[in-house]
């Protein structure tokens, strides 16, 4: 619950700032400019003057130009969209049974498991040095994006009809579940030496 509010309130405070910091930095200019009054600022032991001085008009207007520059920066990064996260588990829809034999049952793998699971499938095909996947559930199955790093003497052909097989088999046979679709980006490193073999 705590987590609802503080995200959003969080939010807002970073919105407020970046425009608390956009105005500030635009008025100086303005004021530097001489289109806007200066202000004076009077404490217990401070003065400070923010008339801006004739010889300083060019600082001024650099000070207020980086502020106003960071604020929209500010405001920019607070208005992005997040990207979407990735749910800590899945739930699987397995077999169904017969309700009066069996108790309903909800099973659900966590996104870590899933995706450790599937790069250790994926590194015992041969020739491939590194496997960093992501994994989501489609309305028909398991939807498998793998970027993989090859030896120099891999073959792609050979290595992308493996990892085919070995994640539409295997993946059914550990999560009951089907591959719905596979997305390889394969990569052999910025050097890829002569000495370098598959495992």
Do not use: C
Not at 25 to 44: C, D, Q
Not at 50 to 68: C, E, K, N, Q, R
Request: charge should be positive; charged fraction near 20%; avoid cysteine.
């Amino acid at each position: 619950m705590f987590r609802r509010i503080a995200r959003p309130l969080r939010a807002l405070l970073v919105l407020a700032l970046g425009g608390a910091l956009l105005s500030a930095g635009a008025w100086l200019v303005l004021a530097a400019l001489g289109h806007v009054p200066g202000v004076e600022i009077r404490a217990v032991g401070l003065s400070v003057d923010l008339y801006p001085a004739d010889g300083g008009i060019v600082g001024w207007i650099a000070a207020g130009s980086g502020l106003a520059l960071v604020g929209l920066l500010v405001l920019l990064v607070s208005l992005t969209p997040a990207a979407p996260r990735q749910p800590a588990s899945i739930e699987l829809s397995g077999p169904e049974g017969d309700d009066h034999a069996l108790p309903a049952t909800t099973v659900r793998l966590s996104s870590r498991s899933l995706h450790a699971l599937v790069a250790w499938l994926a590194g015992r095909v041969d020739g491939v040095r590194s496997a960093r996947p992501m994994v989501s559930m489609g309305p028909d199955g398991w939807d498998v994006r793998l970027r993989v790093g090859l030896w120099a003497t891999s073959s792609i052909p050979k290595v992308a009809d493996e990892l085919r097989r070995v994640l539409h088999d295997d993946l059914l046979r550990h999560t009951g579940v089907a591959m719905n679709s596979l997305q390889i980006d394969f990569d052999y490193g910025r050097r890829a030496d002569a000495d370098e073999r598959p495992r």
